[in-house]
Antibody, heavy 121, light 108 residues
Framework: QVQLQESGPGLVKPSETLSLTCAVSDYSISSGYYWGWIRQPPGKGLEWIGTIHHSGSTYYNPSLKSRVTISVDTSKSQFSLKLSSVTAADTAVYYC??????????????WGQGTMVTVSS | EIVLTQSPGTLSLSPGERATLSCRASQSVSSSYLAWYQQKPGQAPRLLVYGASSRATGIPDRFSGSGSGTDFTLTISRLEPEDFAVYYCQQYGSSPLTFGQGTKVEIK
């Protein structure tokens, strides 16, 4: 069973860059599928950030596109999220997740446990 | 961007009762690409239904999804104690992928 695990700093200063990594286990990331990031501010709903294919093709939410970079490292079986110029509004639980089918636009059937990132000085 | 509006915001029911949750889209969802998730406090969302009506692996048959176009419904036929949670719908027919704001199903 594929497992996802997020890691990264829990505290980021305003205007800096948030960086998170999602480690994929029990599956070779280069074998296929897309890999995504979703976030959830405290007490609020879910927001799709973006998705990457193992080949490197990316799809971003236009509301975040100017600040987001998602990359993949197949040799380490992991993919990463960078969000620049963060503000308090970027405080959220960040989840990595896998779409169930062979498309970036699909329901997410496998999720990491999530990691809380707080933006504060 | 397709906006999903879920109703009601909170549903207060007793175990054994039937729950009916609504998700309305601001425009038609392509090919019924609509999913439902369950989320409990401190946990990641869990996929329940995809394609508007197909249950995900391991999901009990008391959960059923229906609808097309702009109106979708998740029905829980008989609430079990573990079903009290927040439920989200998501459309994946067009970019950006979007989620509804959630419906909380609480114990009455």
């Amino acid at each position: 069973q594929v497992q996802l695990q997020e890691s990264g700093p829990g505290l980021v200063k305003p205007s800096e860059t948030l960086s998170l990594t999602c480690a994929v286990s029990d599956y070779s990331i280069s074998s296929g599928y897309y890999w995504g990031w979703i976030r959830q501010p405290p007490g609020k709903g879910l927001e799709w950030i973006g998705t990457i294919h193992h080949s490197g093709s990316t799809y971003y939410n236009p509301s975040l596109k100017s600040r987001v970079t998602i990359s993949v490292d197949t040799s380490k079986s992991q993919f990463s999220l960078k969000l620049s110029s963060v503000t308090a509004a970027d405080t959220a639980v960040y989840y990595c997740a896998r779409p169930r089918g062979y498309s970036y636009g699909d329901a997410f059937d496998i999720w990491g446990q999530g990691t809380m990132v707080t933006v504060s000085s | 961007e397709i906006v999903l509006t879920q109703s009601p915001g909170t549903l207060s029911l007793s175990p054994g009762e039937r729950a009916t949750l609504s998700c309305r889209a601001s425009q038609s969802v392509s090919s019924s690409y609509l999913a439902w998730y369950q989320q409990k406090p401190g946990q990641a969302p869990r996929l329940l239904v995809y394609g508007a009506s197909s249950r995900a692996t391991g999901i009990p048959d008391r959960f059923s999804g229906s609808g097309s176009g702009t109106d979708f419904t998740l029905t829980i036929s008989r609430l079990e104690p573990e079903d009290f949670a927040v439920y989200y719908c998501q459309q994946y027919g067009s970019s950006p992928l979007t989620f509804g704001q959630g419906t909380k199903v609480e114990i009455k």
